[in-house]
């Protein structure tokens, strides 16, 4: 079955870090573009941040760059997410997806993140 | 960026209805736009890609269409299972912008 996994998420208090995970299962996890997308509460969905199948080719929001970090082991069939200088405006359900050629086909159960003090 | 706006943002529709949702792109975006399908806890479905394909395993009243700015989400049947909030996403360039969601309510 092919799946992903989310871990990591937490409460942080405003200026922290956390690093988030998604693990892979399932399909050749090194052939395939990855994502991070999050919904804040009671909002809609934003797409965070891009990754290449070999993690050559990045992409971020214009709202995270500079303080998120996208990054894949292969090795691993993993998908990391690290967070710096998280703001109250980052709280949201971060949910990490497959993307097969212009489309985001997979995604899984998403983590909570929420920032507070 | 490309702004994906969506009509109407609320819906309320009886089950066996046939409902119609649109996704105006700011930009030409060819066919890559997306339709997700979202119920509450849950993470968003893929339902449509490329404007108008059908994903595996998702039951064919749901069909889509467009290309270049305009699109149409159409579901010829409501189901009950059907009651969600649907979003279109344009995947022609980074950053990938979805619309603002359109909920889906039973009458």
């Known amino acids: 079955e092919v799946q992903l996994v989310e871990s990591g998420g937490g409460l942080v208090q405003p200026g922290g870090s956390l690093r988030l995970s998604c693990a892979a299962s399932g399909f050749t996890f090194n052939s395939y573009n990855m994502n991070w997308v999050r919904q804040a509460p009671g909002t809609g969905l934003e797409w965070v941040s891009f990754i290449s199948s070999g993690g050559s080719i990045i992409y971020y929001a214009d709202s995270v760059r500079g303080r998120i970090t996208i990054s894949r082991d292969n090795a691993k069939n993993s998908l990391y997410l690290q967070m710096n200088s998280l703001r109250d405006d980052d709280t949201a359900v971060y949910y990490c997806?497959?993307?097969?050629?212009?489309?985001?086909?997979?995604w899984g159960q998403g983590t909570t993140v929420t920032v507070s003090s | 960026d490309i702004q994906m706006t969506q009509s109407p943002s609320s819906l309320s529709a009886s089950v066996g209805d046939r409902v119609t949702i649109t996704c105006r792109a700011s930009?030409?975006?060819?066919?890559?736009l997306n339709w997700y399908q979202q119920k509450p806890g849950k993470a968003p479905k893929l339902l449509i890609y490329a404007a108008s394909s059908l994903q595996s395993g998702v039951p064919s009243r749901f069909s889509g269409s467009g290309s270049g700015t305009d699109f149409t989400l159409t579901l010829s049947s409501l189901q009950p299972e059907d009651f969600a909030i649907y979003y279109c996403q344009q995947n022609y360039i980074t950053p990938y912008t979805f619309g603002q969601g359109t909920k889906l309510e039973i009458k």
């Open positions: 930009q030409t975006i060819s066919s890559y």
């Open positions: 997806a497959r993307q097969i050629s212009y489309t985001l086909d997979v």
